[in-house]
């Protein structure tokens, strides 16, 4: 189902300024941020579901958001755009562990990296990666998309992240590179000590499908003294999720009078485990999203 709406959004760095001269594209229909780092796009067709906003800028990972559409309403978003560093380069015919934070590593076979047209490469590798924490209060303002994914089954599920990992690969001259067919890399991430007691043994892997929005389950990993470990055949945004059966709810917010309450953050917060969802009111105080089926929640 798609629907015709708006979309008013912020796209920042990691220390909160406004970025200049991002591009947004929505639909068939692109804008570009001003000084403050604001963008709008009118009237454009979208998923009523799973709307998708994507930006980019030169000097940093591409960002983007999924979220649920009103038809004739205006949306409200923000997304924090992640600089592009460059954490490690090695040689393609001898492997390498690469750190991308104190929490997170990224292991590398031998021989095990392609071109883009699939042909083997054999030369320098550079590694730009980055890791987001799940207790990071700004996680659902730096992650792609929703905690919205596909199964393999295709049901779609409502997750909790233990992590996320994105890794981009590339050669001297900036050409993009991945994992050989059959090669695998192994991923490896420390789960926070507040989150250990919720932990399962095994977890689902999922990737990022820029192209729909959406989280789609592929493999998993094993916790092992304290951290995620598992294989990847690919790289993009990789995600350590638990899986939830969704419902969707909506809600609107006034004020004392009864008058709505316009673009204002709001978190749904599940009980126990904190964490939860940050959506945002539309421009007649509405919020529709998605909760897990059978939790409390807090709605701040």
Excluded at 92 to 114: D, R
Aim: net charge negative; glycine share 10%; proline share 4%.
């Amino acid at each position: 189902t798609t629907v015709t709406s708006s979309i008013f959004g912020r796209v920042v760095d990691e220390n909160g300024f406004g970025i200049y001269g991002a591009t947004a594209q929505a639909g068939d229909k692109t804008a570009t941020t001003d000084a403050n780092g604001i963008f709008k796009i009118n009237d454009v067709t979208l998923s009523k579901n799973h709307a998708l906003v994507k930006v980019s800028k030169s000097g940093y990972f591409d960002g983007s958001r999924t979220f649920i559409s009103t038809s004739g309403k205006t949306s409200t978003i923000q997304i924090r755009l992640l600089t592009k560093t460059l954490k490690a380069t090695f040689a393609a015919s001898t492997g390498t562990t690469v750190t991308v934070t104190s929490e997170a590593s990224v292991e590398f076979p031998a021989n095990a990296i392609k071109n883009a047209d699939g042909s083997a490469y054999t030369g320098t590798v550079k590694v730009y990666a980055t890791f987001l924490d799940p207790t990071d209060a700004n996680l659902e303002t730096k992650m792609p998309g929703d905690l919205i994914g596909t199964r393999t089954d295709n049901s779609e599920s409502l997750l909790r992240s233990f992590g996320m990992m994105n890794v981009e690969l590339e050669d001297a001259s900036g050409n993009k590179l991945n994992i050989a067919d059959g090669k695998e890399a192994t991923i490896s991430a420390t789960v926070p000590a507040s989150l250990l007691a919720t932990a399962p043994v095994t977890i689902p892997l999922w990737h990022f499908d820029m192209s729909t929005g959406l989280w789609k389950e592929e493999g998993g990993a094993t916790l092992t003294a304290g951290k995620y470990i598992g294989n990847v055949k690919h790289f993009s945004w990789w995600n350590l999720d638990k899986p939830y059966i969704p419902i969707k709810i909506k809600f609107r917010v006034v004020d004392a009078n009864g008058n709505p309450i316009p673009f204002l953050h709001t978190h749904l917060s599940l009980i126990p485990g904190g964490g939860g969802f940050y959506p945002d009111t539309d421009n007649n105080g509405v919020v529709e999203t998605v909760v897990p089926q059978n939790y409390a929640f807090n709605i701040t």
